[in-house]
């Protein structure tokens, strides 16, 4: 498969996202609530790795000079359909102040490293604007309400603060496990189905990945 090609289909895959129902891809994530010099949030850097076989489906035809490895340069073109269709998506990324959505731009110093089998997704997603944390707390959710992706958290540091004031503290609120029977029924659904009953997304749509983030 040409690197076109393989671009193509990875953008059908992810403009898919939106109507699939059970996981078809899992990723490994870090997330870091990144403070400016003013003390001001103003971005969230991710660090997401790819399962194997997603990673197998996405890497064909991209080693050009067949040496067996993967560049950032020969990944570059993959890393910028990833970013521009993970936009459809709101990144996965869902920042709230005081009950109120926060607004992303675009991303920034964005790229794909492949090692171990895998493909690791880096990139920082800036606030459209810079908030004051203070004594209205900050809440930050990754996961994908659809579940198509299934996110887990890196067992050790799955959110941190990178440059906050002393007075900032971060506590995370893992997803509630899914019951057998649930996770069973998603799991059976097929890929031409396009959409997820009531009962099912009253599920997903709670199985977010939370970090809690007060500075006093």
Partial sequence: MGIRAAIAMLAMLLSAAAALAHPHVFVEARAEVVFDDQKRVHAVRHVWRFDEAFTAFAVQGLDADGDGD?????????AQINVES????????????????????????????????????????????????????????????????????????????????????????????????TATTLAEIPASERQLSSDLLEVTETLSNSATIGCS
């Fill in 70 to 78: 993967l560049t950032r340069a020969e990944l570059q073109p993959l």
């Fill in 86 to 181: 993970l936009a459809e998506f709101g990144f996965f990324t869902f920042l709230y102040r005081g009950g109120a959505e926060v607004a992303f731009a675009e991303p920034e110093e964005y790229w794909l490293d492949f090692y171990g089998g895998r493909l690791t997704l880096f990139y920082t997603l800036p606030l459209s604007e810079p908030i004051i944390a203070d004594a209205s707390s900050l809440t930050l959710d990754v996961f994908d309400p659809s579940y198509f992706v299934a996110f887990e958290m890196a067992k050790e540091h799955p959110f941190a603060l990178v440059d906050a004031p002393d007075t900032c503290k971060l506590s995370f609120t893992p997803p509630p496990e899914l019951d057998a029977q």
